[in-house]
Structure formats: C-alpha cells, structure tokens
C-alpha cells in the first residue's frame, strides 16, 4: 500500500483528504504544522506529500525546500492563493504540481494519481494512453542531445554543458516530450493529457506555471535561450539551438 503525508492545518480538510485518500486505497499521514511534517517525513518516507502552502510553525515553500534537500518525493502543493505569483513560488520551491482552494477531492485523488504514474510509482490498468509516455522511452535507453543540452531520459538527468540541471518531475516530463518533437507546436490539452495525465478542464495556467519555471531554469545557464518557445493562442514548442524558428 503507498503511504501519502498530508500536511495541513486545517482539520476538517486533512480529515476529508484522509477519507477520501483511504477509501482510494492510499496509507494516509497526517501532520497539521509544518515542522511536524518535516519530522514525520523523515520517519515515514511517503510515496507522496499533499503541502498546504500556509502553514503554522513552518510555511509550505520553506516545508517543501527542505524536503527537497534529502529526497525527491512528488510533492503536490495546496493553496488558498489566486495569484500566478504564488504558484511559480511553489513549483521554484520543489513542488510537482498545485491545487488552488476550494478543490474536488475527487480532483486531489486525481492528481494523486497522475503525479505518481508520471514519477514511475504507480500504474492504473485499464486507462488507456494514460502514465506511460515517459516509461517507454526511459525503457528504449534514449538520449537526446542538442549542442550545449543534454537530456538522459533514463537517468531522467538533464544538463547543459558541465552544469546539471535540478528539475521537478513534471518539468522534466514536459522538456522531454517536447524534445522528442523539435519545432511541432504542442498544445496545452495535450500537454496535460501526457504529463499529467488528466484531460485538459479549462485550467491551462497549469502548463503556463511549469513551462515559465523550466525556461527559467533552462536560461539561468546561459547557453540556452528560448528553447521553449511560445506560439500566441495554441501551446508550445521545443527548438533547440541553432534552429530557426518557423514562427
């Protein structure tokens, strides 16, 4: 059974976060401060963390940060937060993905779910086309390499030149599909259909959040700029460099 740490101060959802998680077939933990979850992290090694982002004792950027210095768990961040500012804080901190409040449980099973099938840990039978996108070319051994940038889909390590690059699962996922295809205009329906595995439910600023802190990242080098490109009004696309772009 795979053990989730909820973090959150607020009973009455950690309580409906538990049920709902339990009844999905999860082990559930619960810690309702920030320092308390850090502790139990390092005890209970969870296959995943649900982090509220305001939280007593510790905050959920500075939990998440920490977590990210001795462990690589997937990490989906929840937030009473609107604004764009908030979430690209989040997703820089270490989290996977994000939950604006109010949410679906069935929303959070969800994610759950696509966050731990794009991670490797876990597969759903019967959903088609779903969670394995990134499996199968890890298992074909593939490397792809792009002057200055290096990306190992086995080792799911990217670097550029000497300096290796620290990136969360989902921004991996994305740079490496997109790197597979150079110079085809990805949308963000499909983005989401095949990173996070979940059908696109009007919320593209999912994929805008993620793609701005994988550029960011990508360009903090300086060997690389504007790899990731955008194209107004449809998606995204990958060019690597020395590549014209045809837009």
């Known amino acids: 059974m795979m053990k ?17 998680l339990e ?31 305001m939280l007593p004792m510790l905050d959920g950027m500075e939990v998440c940060r920490r977590i990210r210095t001795w462990a690589n768990t997937p990490i989906l961040m929840l937030t009473a937060r609107q604004g764009e500012e908030d979430r690209i804080a989040g997703l820089d901190s270490g989290a996977d993905d994000y939950l604006v409040k109010p949410f679906s449980p069935r929303e959070v099973i969800s994610r759950v779910k696509a966050i731990l099938r794009r991670a490797g840990l ?24 792009y002057g200055p940038l290096l990306i190992n889909i086995p080792a799911r390590r990217v670097t550029v030149g000497p300096q290796a ?22 949308t963000r329906e499909t983005l989401l259909n095949q990173v996070w595995g979940y059908s696109y439910l009007g ?17 903090s080098t300086k060997q690389v700029q504007q790899v990731i490109q955008t194209v107004w009004g449809v998606g995204y696309k990958f060019v690597p460099p020395g590549m014209e772009s045809s837009s």
Not at 123 to 145: F, I, M, R, Y
Not at 205 to 210: A, M
């Open 23 to 53: 009844q999905a077939g999860y082990a559930v933990v619960t810690a309702n401060d920030g320092i308390a979850g850090i502790e139990l992290h390092a005890r209970e090694k969870p296959d995943l963390v649900i982090l509220d982002l």
């Open 4 to 20: 989730i740490l909820v973090i959150e101060d607020e009973a009455n959802i950690a309580q409906l976060l538990r049920l709902y």
């Open 165 to 186: 690059l620290s990136l969360t699962v989902k921004e991996f996922d994305l740079l490496a599909l997109m790197a597979k295809a150079p110079d085809r205009v990805f």
């Open 203 to 219: 919320d593209g600023r999912t994929v805008d959040v993620h793609i701005g802190t994988l550029r960011k990242k990508l360009e």
């Open 122 to 145: 876990y597969s759903s039978p019967g959903v088609e086309g779903e969670g394995h996108h990134t499996d199968e070319k890890s298992a074909s051994g593939e490397e792809l390499s």
